[in-house]
């Protein structure tokens, strides 16, 4: 059967979970039904201040409005293997279409991979915005990975651990995406899965982030305080299957420049990661993923070759 992926529903939304309920339980519970159905939610209340997320919205779209020669003064260096700079990025969606952001990647977690060349000296607020910020994130991330290993019936630090323990990777991106007037023939980011564990996203007020549901493009719409949580290939892979993780991309907008700053959380690149093996232990719980080294997995997944 063939499958209309530019059919939309407006009607439906990707669940909202409030974390401030007393209930911990009930919020577990919610957390990890949303990621096996959806892959994708958002959480408000969830402990972040929103002013700091708008100071983290402010400083990243002051870079962004900086001429062009200032920020290449964090370009990504041309024959750099790493993803951390600034940069200018075109490509093609599954149905030919051009796609075009430019973006900025760095590091923000663990402070040994922190390379500041890469983060914005102006505006002179965006290093201690950043910084508050990522302390603040992987509190979240953390949290929700525990309340996702509870829901595999394992200790609370499983996923954790599998994904490399206190040597996780956050790697902050800003995706900058100006108006379009015809959004039919230029998307934001094409059709995709995330590579990593999971991801935390804010957005500003434009929309454009979609997630694929039961055939169907749903908008993801995001309160000014809330955070989008998305699961990754590595959640998938580590769950046994257990927690999708979600096809999405970012359509544009006709006339409001649409702003993104998701973290990525994510394996150092040496870090062997696969089904958690208490999954795959059990005489019934055959293992449906291969483990692999992040860095082959990843160079695999860009360059579109099969994984086992
Ligand atoms: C991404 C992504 C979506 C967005 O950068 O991986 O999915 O809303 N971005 O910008
Ligand atoms: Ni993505």
């Not at 892959?39 to 402010?58: A, C, D, K, M, Y």
């Not at 019936?153 to 790697?171: F, H, T």
């Not at 934001?188 to 434009?206: F, Y």
């Not at 019934?284 to 695999?300: E, L, N, Q």
Request: proline fraction near 6%; charge should be negative; hydrophobic fraction near 35%.
């Amino acid at each position: 059967m063939e499958t209309n992926t530019n059919q939309e529903n407006a009607s439906l939304d990707i669940p909202v979970i409030d974390l401030s309920n007393q209930d911990e339980e009930l919020v577990a519970r919610a957390v990890v039904k949303a990621s096996e159905e959806w892959g994708i939610f958002q959480v408000v209340n969830h402990g972040i201040p929103p002013e700091l997320i708008r100071r983290l919205q402010e400083v990243g779209k002051k870079f962004f409005e900086l001429p062009e020669a200032e920020k290449e003064a964090v370009s990504k260096p041309k024959d750099s293997m790493d993803t951390e700079g600034y940069r200018t990025m075109y490509q093609k969606d599954l149905e030919g279409r051009d796609a075009w952001v430019d973006h900025l990647f760095h590091r923000i977690w663990p402070p040994s991979r922190v390379t500041y060349r890469f983060w914005p000296k102006n505006p002179r607020e965006y290093i201690e915005v950043n910084e508050e910020y990522a302390s603040h994130l992987k509190k979240l991330s953390e949290k929700i990975m525990e309340w996702l290993s509870e829901g595999l019936g394992l200790r609370r630090e499983a996923l954790k651990e599998g994904l490399g323990g206190e040597m996780v990777e956050y790697l902050m991106k800003i995706n900058y995406y100006p108006p379009c007037i015809d959004p039919d023939l230029v998307v934001g980011a094409p059709d995709h899965t995330d590579v990593n564990g999971i991801t935390l996203l804010v957005a500003n007020e434009a929309l454009g982030l979609q997630a694929f549901k039961d055939d169907l493009w749903i908008d993801a719409k995001c309160n000014p305080s809330g955070i989008i949580v998305i699961i990754g290939d590595q959640i998938l892979r580590m769950s046994n299957g257990k927690y999708k993780s979600v096809q999405h991309r970012a359509t544009r907008d006709k006339e409001k420049t649409r702003i993104s700053w998701p973290v990525f959380v994510e394996s150092s690149l040496d870090h062997v990661f696969g089904p958690l093996p208490e999954l795959i232990s059990g005489e019934d719980s055959a293992p449906k993923f291969k483990p692999y080294v992040y860095k082959d997995f990843k160079f695999r997944k860009l360059k579109k070759l099969s994984l086992d």
